[in-house]
């Protein structure tokens, strides 16, 4: 299902309204946990899972650890 819809703010944010019939068809309820990622003009929601958070954890402690290197990477 495609619907248009407008980005509002929301504060200092910016917020998007998602019609009940597509919140239904995605399997999306109000309240959900999502998981939001951006690139090449496109924005993906996912349902937040375990493993999400699971890896998540694992990046947290590599960057936490080979913070010296990524920081020199990122140069």
Known sequence: MNKESKLIGVGNSTGILLSRELL????????????????DGKIEIERKTQDFDRQMKIARDVMKRRFSALRQLAK
């Open 24 to 39: 239904a068809e995605s399997g999306f309820e109000q309240g959900d946990e999502v998981v939001v990622k951006a690139s």
